[in-house]
């Protein structure tokens, strides 16, 4: 699915399918502006955060955006992750659709991204974590879009954003990676051990041995590996020792 302006509007009217307020508007550029505010308790903007793109230009600043887009992936012209975030930064700017903006940059993101072999996307949500980092993600935003039309344009807030929320989701997934390698490399005792404290509480060696029948030394050893692999915990120490799942 390359990045085309159809594709585009045919993710924005799969995303919101469901809403029946948006009937009118999915999967078309909006035809009335949209400023970026503060609302206040009555919902009206109390203060305009930014100015998107007129309604009578987001064709054509559209169509430029995803054409140089395409070119930079092209021509490798900079590395993919900064051109992803151009490419976010600058459909936000625009804004052009009346609603869920937000949520389909997020969707490129993916995709883009999955495009690019970046496949831990598959395993931990990018969206989660922005959400997560809400606060960050607007100053991130804010900051960069301020700059833009003036003499000292610059992505390097939102770009240190976004770069970090990627690094956040690689280092996630290798965890998850190495947590998985660890399961299929424990021994049988082990994850018998393993299952007998998943059914209490805590317990010491002593009452797992008495439990599962298997000898001492085993014991030991299985939970040795146990905290190893952070599967356990132990607290105590000597004849008091106690260990519980984490």
């Known amino acids: 699915m390359p990045l085309r302006e159809s594709l585009i509007k ?43 793109t007129l309604a009578y230009l987001t064709p054509k600043e559209m169509n430029e955006l995803v054409e140089w887009t395409q070119q930079a992936f092209e021509k490798e012209r900079f590395h993919p992750l900064l ?12 804004h052009p659709f009346e609603d869920g903006n937000g949520r389909l940059s997020r969707t490129l993101t993916n995709m883009l991204l999955l495009q690019l072999g970046y496949s831990f996307m598959e395993y931990v949500s990018h969206e989660q974590i922005v959400e997560k980092r809400k606060d960050e993600y607007y100053l991130a935003l804010r900051s960069s879009q301020a700059t833009f039309k ?24 290798i965890t998850l990676a190495q947590e998985e390698n660890h399961e299929d490399n424990m021994s049988p005792k082990q994850n ?23 000898i001492m030394p085993t014991v ?5 590996r146990l905290v190893e692999i952070g599967k356990v915990k132990r607290i105590g120490k000597g004849r008091g020792t106690r260990y519980l799942i984490l």
């Not at 919101?16 to 308790?41: A, C, F, P, Q, W």
């Not at 003036?150 to 939102?158: A, F, Q, R, Y």
């Not at 998943?198 to 439990?211: H, L």
């Open 10 to 52: 045919s993710l924005h009217k799969e995303l919101l399918k469901y809403s029946t307020k948006d009937d009118l508007h999915r999967g078309e550029y909006k035809r009335k502006e949209n400023l970026v505010g503060i609302l206040d308790d009555k919902g009206n903007v109390a203060q305009i955060m930014f100015e998107t």
């Open 192 to 214: 018998e051990v393993l299952d007998y404290l998943s059914s209490v509480k805590e317990a010491g060696p002593a009452q797992i041995v008495k439990a599962t029948g298997i």
């Open 83 to 94: 051109i992803i975030a151009n490419f976010i930064i600058e459909f936000l700017k625009i």
């Open 150 to 173: 003036t003499e000292n344009e610059s992505i390097g807030p939102w770009l240190n954003f976004f770069l970090s929320v990627v690094k956040e989701q690689a280092t996630k997934s």
């Open 220 to 224: 030991r050893k299985s939970l040795e």
